[in-house]
């Protein structure tokens, strides 16, 4: 099996989505490495206050459609939800 990486930004319209991130990615970052399959994971601020660099990896496909099942019915992606996602995929 190919292990799947995901690679982009989140994009904030706001400093209300900044704070939305910052008050919640802590433990969203905490619950994602601990998931089975989960090989790597990375949400850094770049230079432009806004914007977010987001660098996955997971085993496979299954584990990473496990993560996404998980982040759609957790509070992160409740309160994310509004914030701008510009990803890439590879590996499937």
Not at 24 to 51: M, W, Y
Not at 57 to 82: C, I, K, L, P, T
Request: proline letters at 4%; charged letters at 20%.
């Amino acid at each position: 099996m190919n292990n799947v990486f995901l690679t982009g930004h989140l994009v904030c319209s706001d400093q209300e989505q900044v704070g939305v991130v910052a008050q919640h990615l802590p433990l969203h970052i905490k619950l994602t490495r601990a998931e089975p399959g989960c090989i790597s994971f990375e949400v850094n601020p770049t230079q432009d206050p806004l914007i977010w660099q987001v660098n996955e990896q997971f085993q496979d496909s299954n584990s990473f459609r496990a993560h996404q099942r998980r982040v759609a019915e957790s509070e992160w992606g409740r309160v994310s939800a509004h914030v701008d996602r510009h990803y890439e995929i590879d590996g499937f």
